[in-house]
């Protein structure tokens, strides 16, 4: 049973780098047909796609966050991670990990989700 | 690109049968047979419930069934029960630069 879990800082000020990893056990990151990526929900809002790496390094973003948004992948440690640069309020939010399947396009798994408050 | 529209909310006593739609365009839902849809219950996170517009994953109820019609794809939900009351959210591929798109979320309150 593939499992996933976001890890990092809860509280980022405004202005910095917002860094959260998500580790994936019960499987590699490295096999079948998937992608990985991170999606976000504000506080009783509904969810926003960040953006996508596949193990070969290729990533897709969102245009809306792409100048902001790094996402990378490390195969050795069964890890991928998200990089949100120049955070403001509105980046508050829970930040999901999420398998993706290139056959489907579904996300099958996800992560429990991490809280990441955005606040001086 | 804008979010795909879903009723706010939507209400079923137990053992109805309820429907929530989702509508986007021909460049995610109308295009594609990439549509799945996500149970969230508060504070949890969303559960796959259907993808490829019709398929349920191993484990999921055959309560569940989704469907498609022009650019409108549906979720419902036979013989309501107390647990099924949860947000949820269809997803779409897009042939646009966003490739993801969800919906804004529904509520279902099973009354």
């Known amino acids: 049973q593939v499992q996933l879990q976001e890890s990092g800082p809860g509280l980022v000020k405004p202005s910095q780098t917002l860094s959260l990893t998500c580790t994936v056990s019960?499987?590699?990151?490295?096999?079948?047909?998937?992608?990985w990526s991170w999606i976000r929900q504000p506080a009783g809002k509904g969810l926003e796609w960040i953006g996508r790496?596949?193990?070969?390094?290729?990533?897709n973003y969102n245009p809306s966050l792409k100048s902001r948004v790094t996402i990378s992948v490390d195969t050795s440690k069964n890890q991928f991670s998200l990089k949100l640069s120049s955070v403001t309020a509105a980046d508050t939010a829970v930040y999901y990990c999420?398998?993706?399947?290139?056959?489907?396009?579904?996300?099958?798994?996800w992560g429990q989700g991490t809280l990441v408050t955005v606040s001086s | 690109q804008s979010a795909l529209t879903q009723p706010a909310s939507v209400s079923g006593s137990p053992g109805q049968s309820i429907t929530i739609s989702c509508t986007g365009t021909?460049?995610?839902?109308?295009?594609?047979?990439?549509v799945s849809w996500y149970q969230q219950h508060p504070g949890k996170a969303p559960k796959l419930m259907i993808y490829?517009?019709?398929n349920r994953p191993s484990g999921v109820s055959n309560r569940f069934s989704g469907s498609k019609s022009g650019n409108t794809a549906s979720l419902t939900i036979s013989g309501l029960q107390a647990e099924d009351e949860a947000d949820y959210y269809c997803?779409?591929?897009?042939?646009?630069?966003?490739?993801?798109?969800f919906g804004g979320g529904t509520k279902l309150t099973v009354l």
């Open positions: 999420a398998r993706g399947t290139t056959v489907t396009l579904d996300f099958d798994y």
């Open positions: 019960g499987g590699s990151i490295s096999s079948g047909s998937y992608y």
């Open positions: 790496i596949y193990t070969s390094g290729s990533t």
């Open positions: 021909s460049s995610d839902v109308g295009g594609y047979n990439y």
């Open positions: 490829e517009v019709s």
């Open positions: 997803s779409s591929y897009t042939s646009s630069s966003t490739y993801v798109l």
